[in-house]
């Protein structure tokens, strides 16, 4: 593979076989057909078909769709078609689970589908000796490429001319500030992607200057479709949830399995006939299955989705809700994600009676502060102006910031819209917040002439019409400026640059750069007139002005959500393709990271063999200088680690590490449409202070899916051991029809189970360490409640079915109605025992979830109006029938225990688990 930017000028267009003049027309029409065309391949996508089938993945789901058709089957040769009601229901059940969440899941997709177009669709090119503009999909290897400030970089490129060009790269690499390309150099073939400044790649966009470049490299070829194709070879991981919930289904599946066919030999080795123990092992599977869970868990997470989206995350698959609430590592890209992706003035500094009484002007500060005070930024602004309109030095330097710039700002739809450098951006966004317009000042103090930046002056000088006089205003780096100062601007005076005042500068500049600054120096002097202008007849014997520091900020709200994700056990990591020194400057004042050897660059972690590097990964939190595959890397180690890990970010480069992540997060303004399609989760504020809600609210959605879990599988286990109970040593079999244990477990049960994913969350939720990423959801004190609450009502369940058999003498269908009203009741108790799992009931507002109690009064109605209904067929076909009043009282009686009865449960697993 050719390293282009290891290569001069003349050796990369004998290697493309092209010449300065470009490419025939028909050469380039040859080259088109043979490679194909400058594109990004969008990659393989499951059919709805498919998409539908998957839904039918669980092994419970499975067994009762096994279940359905062979009882069909064997009912169809028996003739007994009444058996036909029975599998029809539960058949109803699997389809309608599967086609809610079929539904759901579509509609996501549909919300997040948009065009991949990361390019213009036209570019212009040098072709025959000519330029002319054609669109970019036609691109082909040798084409020399013309590019102007605003362009988008349309194919890999090594730059052939560059004139004071700088390309903006953080879709591609994380870099922050455009970066400054020089085409003559030369460079080592181990040079990373983000110093290779010979070199220009698709995605990039011109923020200053203009160049020529040859194609080098089209479509899938380039580094993005590198990264593209990486991106389709990375499976989807499974999520936690999914993950637990397929391991507690084969747990269940197991149990009902085994117990279904001891029972089933048991019946035929009794002299029991081949349907009506099939028909038995069949009754046994639907009341041990929770059928109502697979659907309480869609509309669950669906609810999820629905509260996520009010809180500007757009979920596209309904695990993902669940699995950002488990996630234990959260690797953040910095550029635009941690921080703000807009270079921002923060201190200046000026030889001059009101920096002097501070040492330096701190903007960010001022403003922060005025915004907790309750004030605007424009308010600070213009008091600022005001303090400061009496300090020529001041007033000079702010003069010297917005005229030697040749960024626009611009309004449009009442937004601004800025265009240029983004340091020069930033210096009239700071005149903005002064109430100075840039277009105004040159209105007033007009631009005669100019000698543009480049590269190795690393200056800029204007010359303008100041009140009569002809200014010359310059501005570049530190040093550069220095050197062509010999007077500076004190207190409103010019008078001669001393060594102290060098030395005093460049401690300055120090500092600023200990904070990870970028800083630009500035220095003007007058002239009799303007000549023909020249660096050297022009930038010397500068009068310096002073320092300003500029930085891509971090946002304001991060550094509270990091604490937050602190308190909640979760490990923020920062990855970046900025430098080391500046990544950790903004890590330790987010409070990622307080320690310099936590810091690593992408070239200190190739260094690192990937069977250590998984032993170290939990030692680094910030990653600076690194490349998409370095992303992917980290991502992978931390998951060997057994950690469940969050990825987000805004760029290209960003996609593949997020979809090898177990949870994707990505940028809904910033972010590109493949790292959007990548992603799991979609902040459509960019706002990393987002994830902390949408943790939060995961982390309710699993505490809820734990508290259904509880809440079904403690009657499904009670049934099961009761029925078994019941039939093997009473040896009735029709104690319990199907459709009445799909009654209790689909159509009772589970209109109180969806009430309870509207229970808040827990007050301490954000305080609990994540769920670890293994086993099943039986862990914890999940398996000791289902244990608790099922074996008192199976317990209760038995010793009902002696008493009113044995002791009361009651009717057989008697008998059944009492015990299906009592399993119908002591679950709808049951659930307000588990409106919180370790607080008592009464320590919270019993009553405070309204849609709990409208379920418990529907449910409990539904229940009563299919005994006191006097409609023959209703009852014959649940097996029940009308009871007088105390057999009524008995079971209510009963169902009401559970609660004191869980209290103590709580009471002694509260204590177990704080000893």
């Known amino acids: 593979m050719e390293t282009y930017h290891s290569l001069d000028v003349q050796q990369t267009l004998q290697s493309v076989d092209s010449t300065p003049n470009g490419l025939t027309h028909i050469v380039a029409k040859e080259r088109l057909a043979k490679n194909g065309k400058n594109v990004l391949d969008k990659g393989k996508k499951k059919s709805s078909f498919l998409k539908f089938l998957s839904q039918f993945k669980d092994v419970l789901i499975i067994v009762l769709l096994i279940s359905s058709v062979v009882s069909i089957v064997m009912a169809s040769i028996e003739k007994k078609y009444e058996e036909f009601i029975d599998a029809g229901i539960i058949l109803f059940v699997v389809f309608f689970n599967a086609i809610f969440g079929f539904v759901q899941e579509r509609k996501s997709e549909q919300a997040m589908e948009a065009l991949k177009n990361i390019t213009k669709p036209f570019c212009k090119v040098v072709r025959n000796g000519k330029t002319m503009k054609i669109k970019s999909e036609e691109l082909v290897v040798g084409d020399i490429v013309v590019l102007e400030a605003g362009d988008i970089v349309p194919a890999d490129l090594r730059l052939l001319e560059t004139s004071s060009l700088k390309i903006e790269e953080s879709a591609l690499t994380g870099e922050s500030v455009p970066v400054e390309k020089n085409a003559e150099v030369c460079l080592d073939s181990s040079a990373v992607l983000g110093d290779r400044v010979n070199m220009a790649y698709m995605g990039g966009i011109v ?69 009506n123990s099939f028909s038995m092992a069949i009754a046994i599977a639907v009341c041990a299955i929770p059928e109502g869970l697979p659907a309480c868990n869609t509309v669950i997470m669906s609810m999820g989705v629905k509260r996520m989206s009010d809180q500007r995350a757009i979920v596209k698959s309904l695990p993902a809700v669940e699995t950002l609430g488990s996630t234990e590592v959260i690797c953040s890209d910095k550029t635009g994600t941690l921080t703000l992706n807009k270079m921002t003035v923060q201190k200046i500094y000026f030889m001059g009676e009101s920096c002097q009484k501070v040492d330096d002007i701190d903007v960010l500060k001022m403003e922060r502060d005025a915004i907790q ?82 590269s190795e002056r690393k200056l800029m000088t204007t010359f303008n019409l100041v009140d009569d006089k002809n200014v010359v205003y310059t501005k570049g780096a530190v040093d550069n400026i220095l050197a062509r100062c010999n007077r500076i601007l004190d207190n409103g005076k010019i008078r ?17 750069a200990s904070f990870a600054l970028r800083n630009l120096a500035f220095a003007f002097k007058t002239v009799d007139k303007i000549g023909k202008p020249s660096s050297k007849n022009t930038e010397f014997d500068l009068c310096f002005l002073g ?27 920062m990855i970046t393709g900025d430098h080391k020194d500046t990544a950790f400057a903004i890590a330790k004042e987010l409070g990622i990271c307080n320690d310099a050897s936590k810091a690593v660059t992408g070239a200190e972690l190739d260094e ?9 990964v939990n030692k680094f939190q910030v990653y600076a200088r690194v490349s998409p595959q370095h992303k992917v890397k980290i991502v992978k180690a931390l998951k060997q680690n057994n950690k469940i890990v969050a990825m987000t970010g805004d760029g290209f480069n960003d996609s593949p590490s997020i979809k090898a992540a177990d949870i994707g997060v990505g940028m809904g303004i910033t972010g590109t449409d493949v790292t959007k399609e990548a992603a799991d989760i979609i902040l459509t504020d960019d706002n990393f202070a987002t994830i902390v809600g949408a943790v939060k609210e995961g982390r309710r959605v699993y505490s809820t899916i734990l508290k259904v879990l509880m809440f079904l599988l403690g009657t499904s286990i009670a049934e099961l051991v009761s029925m078994s109970f019941i039939l093997i040593v009473f040896r009735n079999e029709n104690f ?30 954000m305080k609990r360490k994540p769920i670890k990423n293994s086993g099943n959801l039986f862990k914890g004190n999940v398996g000791a409640n289902i244990l608790a609450s099922s074996l008192f009502v199976a317990v209760v369940m038995i010793s009902l079915y002696v008493v009113c058999t044995y002791a009361f003498k009651l009717l057989p269908e008697q008998v059944t109605t009492v015990c299906f009203i009592y399993l119908a009741f002591v679950q709808l108790f ?29 449910s409990a109605l539904l229940t009563v109006l299919i005994v006191i209904l006097p409609i023959a067929p209703i009852q014959n076909a649940f097996g029940v029938c009308m009871i007088n009043w105390w057999q009524w009282l008995l079971a209510l009686g009963l169902a009401i225990l559970i609660v004191p009865y869980f209290e103590l449960v709580k009471l002694i697993l509260n204590h177990k688990r704080k000893k």
């Open 547 to 573: 320092l300003v520091g500029m930085i891509d900020p971090p946002r304001d709200e991060v550094k509270a959500s990091i604490k937050t994700c602190k308190q909640a056990g979760i490990t923020t990591i």
């Open 496 to 512: 001669k640059l001393t060594e102290t005042d060098k030395k005093q500068i460049l401690e300055k500049n120090s500092l600023f």
């Open 608 to 616: 690192i063999p990937d069977e250590e590097f998984v032993t170290l």
């Open 736 to 765: 319990f029809s199907p459709i009445l244990l799909l009654w209790i477990n689909f159509v009772s049960d589970t209109f109180v189970a969806l009430a309870l994913g509207f229970e808040k969350a827990e007050s301490d939720i």
């Open 830 to 858: 049951h659930s307000y025992n588990l409106k919180n799992q370790n607080e008592s009931l009464f320590k919270t507002n019993p009553f405070g979830n309204k849609v709990l109690n409208w379920a418990f009064l529907g």
């Open 207 to 275: 923020a200053y200057g203009r160049g020529t470049g040859i194609v080098v490299a089209c479509g899938m070829k380039t580094e993005m479709g590198k990264i593209a194709t990486a991106l389709n070879e990375i499976e989807t991981p499974q999520t936690p949830l999914t993950k637990r919930i397929k391991t507690t289904s084969l747990i269940i599946t197991g149990i009902v399995l085994a117990v279904c066919v001891v029972l089933f030999i048991v019946q035929i080795s009794t002299g029991g006939s081949l349907f």
């Open 373 to 454: 005070a309750g004030r605007s930024v424009q308010e600070v602004g213009v008091e600022t102006l005001q303090n400061f309109k009496k300090d020529k030095n001041f007033i000079e330097l702010l003069r010297c910031m917005l005229l030697c710039n040749d960024s626009k700002l611009k309004f449009e739809d009442g937004k601004i819209e800025t265009v240029g450098d983004p340091t020069e951006i930033a210096l009239v966004h700071y005149g903005y917040r002064l109430g100075i317009s840039k277009d105004n000042l040159e209105g007033k103090f007009r631009r005669v002439n100019e000698i543009p930046f480049d």
